[in-house]
């Protein structure tokens, strides 16, 4: 357990997610709740939606 790294930079597993334009509303698939838009920082790793309710994030590839 001595041997442990960490990266300089956060890992990005998929850094190019299709973002939606500011003001877009879309409502959470599992329980219809209206979803928070994050916004699009180049320090953000997730995807761009955001279920409070729920706690489960989406793409926009997830909805077509």
Known sequence: MDDIRTF???LKFKPDYVWPEDGAERNCPKCEIAM???????DYYGKP?????????FSEEEFS
């Open 49 to 57: 939606w955001w279920c409070p309710s729920c706690q489960w994030q």
């Open 8 to 10: 300089d930079d956060p």
């Open 36 to 42: 928070q838009l994050n916004e699009d920082r180049p």
